[in-house]
T-cell receptor, first 113, second 109 residues
Framework: DSGVTQTPKHLITATGQRVTLRCSPR?????VYWYQQSLDQGLQFLIQ???????AKGNILERFSAQQFPDLHSELNLSSLELGDSALYFC????????????FGPGTRLTVL | GQNIDQPTEMTATEGAIVQINCTYQ??????LFWYQQHAGEAPTFLSY????GLEEKGRFSSFLSRSKGYSYLLLKELQMKDSASYLCALETNAGKSTFGDGTTLTVKP
């Protein structure tokens, strides 16, 4: 158990819908990272937050957005869902902003039908 | 870009040593991560190299050569539970990580 929690574990929805994935970092970690893992694209970095502020951005689609709240939990919002958005979404946390061990949550498996 | 190349698959025998290579092309990065990921599970951190050289941690060691654009993960005394995917990732100065496609290691008795 990494100490990072993600909800829900599984999510099945339809194209065009919007979903919110939630992540609670390990106690004491200030950074939260979001990743997408699909079979054809491997693990892709989406975005990083540090202490409530956006710190780094990867190839995150405009239909996707995220935020980190004052209690340090984070949410990833995915809208206008497409079939290709079906993937495992991981959240990870670390103490600092870079070069630190990242602890991954168990992931949310999103299926878009 | 940061083209990262790893072998797709490797097979090794229990008790043996295996080296998983990672080559990359990039203009600059902070450090290089190695992660282990068992099928259906989340990645777990193995190592982070900033400086050139070898870093040893138990049965696992990781090596980095910035001038050669090359890293490797060395696994000693292989166990069946080491069968997993091993991901190499570059962390850029901007704080984001770019991952290789991973190497699936199968350990056979």
């Amino acid at each position: 158990d990494s100490g990072v929690t993600q909800t829900p574990k599984h999510l099945i929805t339809a194209t065009g819908q919007r979903v919110t994935l939630r992540c609670s970092p390990r106690s004491g970690d200030l950074s939260v990272y979001w990743y997408q893992q699909s079979l054809d694209q491997g693990l892709q970095f989406l975005i990083q937050y540090y202490n409530g502020e956006e710190r780094a951005k990867g190839n995150i689609l405009e239909r996707f957005s995220a935020q980190q709240f004052p209690d340090l939990h984070s949410e990833l919002n995915l809208s206008s869902l497409e079939l290709g958005d079906s993937a495992l979404y991981f959240c990870a946390s670390s103490v600092g902003t870079g070069g630190n061990e990242q602890f991954f949550g168990p992931g949310t498996r999103l299926t878009v039908l | 870009g940061q083209n990262i190349d790893q072998p797709t698959e490797m097979t090794a025998t229990e008790g043996a040593i295996v080296q998983i290579n990672c080559t990359y092309q990039t203009s600059g990065f902070n450090g290089l991560f190695w992660y282990q990921q068992h099928a259906g599970e989340a990645p777990t951190f193995l190592s982070y190299n900033v400086l050139d050289g070898l870093e040893e941690k138990g049965r696992f060691s990781s090596f980095l050569s910035r001038s050669k654009g090359y890293s490797y993960l060395l696994l000693k005394e292989l166990q069946m539970k080491d069968s997993a995917s091993y991901l190499c990732a570059l962390e850029t100065n901007a704080g984001k990580s770019t991952f290789g496609d991973g190497t699936t290691l199968t350990v056979k008795p």
